[in-house]
């Protein structure tokens, strides 16, 4: 199979790989769309050293089933089957596991992520069966590819307790900002608000149908207040940089919830009376526990309006080092490229 391998910074290129045999518990499937996510990004830059030379990335994908291990078979994982898988592999033993919040695993793996694990920026990918979640056939195939990052946004919202009360400040309009965003939609909050510097990520927001406001156009706090009508009552992060967070807390309320799930920081500093004298709480919020992305992966199945804003642009394996490059170069606009390792052609959009 060909497969978009890692070499180093800035050095991503396609090369021939063995094709990858299921095992007993294992599913097989032909790769139809894998999006390149931010620390896809971080990882070919260099930024991110959790990347490893050698390797093949990509955990944000779709494609069809083409066999399916001896001890694997069920809810509906026939070959020919369009299937998405949660990356998010955990060691099965644990407790945090048998409660299916498999990122609480201490031994947990992520597609992708991890070298030694077969990933989704090539033909073909190997996947747990228990990690495949089965969709509909005739929906477009690109937006199973959207779930994974759909459902990052969504933990973040249910780990925020978001509800119809809440007025909710969406910081970053990226990727999982807009997830993020769609999902507090999703938990029946009316007020949304995205705070996004860039024009051009605000007009794909709006388009999503939320209100924006641009944080270097003043003081984020009034104008957090003008368009709720109040302070935040939950906060979702999706930047994560000491800037985000402390104006963040500055336009919540007392008591409110602020949702770090961006990880733009390894460390910060914060204001620690805007914490404790307002009672506020900061919950960290890391990818997602098997239902919040199955339920990510029946509401995509249901096509909510707004998916068809999600992706900017579209490449074949061969297409996808300029792609990486262009992204890393910083002047491209696009929000999500997918790369279609399988070819552009048949993707059944
Ligand atoms: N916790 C998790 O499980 C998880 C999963 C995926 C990604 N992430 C993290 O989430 C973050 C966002 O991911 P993404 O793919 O959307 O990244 P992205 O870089 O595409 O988007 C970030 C957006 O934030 C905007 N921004 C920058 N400074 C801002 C500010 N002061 N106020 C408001 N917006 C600002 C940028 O213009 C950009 O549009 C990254 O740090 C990523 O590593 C976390
Ligand atoms: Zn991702
Ligand atoms: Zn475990």
Redesign the pocket.
């Known amino acids: 199979m060909r497969a978009l391998v890692y070499r180093g910074p800035h050095d991503i290129g396609v090369e021939d790989r063995p094709d990858p045999q299921p095992g007993p518990d294992e599913v097989l499937l032909r790769i139809t769309a894998t999006g390149i ?3 896809d ?2 990882g070919y830059t260099g930024e ?1 050293k959790r990347r490893h030379p050698g390797q093949v990335m990509g955990h944000e994908t779709v494609g069809r089933i083409v066999a399916v291990g001896s001890a694997a078979p069920g809810e509906g994982r026939e070959p020919g089957r369009l299937a998405t898988v949660n990356p998010v592999i955990g060691c099965g033993e644990c407790a945090p596991c048998a409660a299916g919040t498999e ?1 609480l695993c201490p031994r947990r793996t992520v597609i992708g992520v991890d070298k030694e694990i077969s990933s989704a920026f090539a033909e073909l990918m190997l996947a747990p069966a228990r990690n495949v979640v089965v969709l509909p056939d005739d929906l477009p195939e690109e937006y199973g590819a959207l779930i994974e ?1 759909l459902a ?1 946004g969504y ?2 919202a249910r780990n925020g307790r978001v509800g119809s009360g809440d007025a909710v400040l969406v ?9 993020a965003a769609l999902a507090a939609r999703r938990l029946d909050a009316e007020r949304v608000v ?5 024009a051009a ?1 605000r007009t794909l927001v709006e388009k999503l149908g939320f209100a924006t406001i641009d ?2 156009a003043g003081d ?1 706090s009034e104008q957090v207040q003008a368009v709720l009508g109040g302070p935040a009552t939950a906060v979702l992060d ?4 000491g ?2 967070v402390g ?1 963040g807390l500055r336009s919540s309320a007392l008591g409110a919830r602020l949702v ?5 920081a390894r460390e910060l500093t914060l204001a620690a009376f805007d914490v404790s004298t307002f009672e506020r709480s900061v919950i ?5 526990p098997s239902n919040d992305f199955r339920e990510t992966a029946e509401w995509v199945a249901s096509r909510p309006d707004g998916l068809q804003h999600l992706v900017d642009d579209r490449v074949g394996l061969d297409g996808a080092p300029d792609a990486f490059a262009r992204l890393a170069s910083g002047d491209l606009d696009a ?1 999500k490229i997918m790369v279609f390792p399988s070819g552009l052609e048949g993707n059944g959009r």
């Open positions: 996510c931010g620390s990004l971080h991110n990122q990052p990052v933990h973040a910081i970053g309009g990226g990727p999982i900002g807009q997830a995205v705070s996004e510097p860039s990520r944080p270097t984020l999706a930047v994560g940089i800037r985000t104006d770090l799930v961006g990880m733009g960290g919020s890391f990818t997602y929000s």
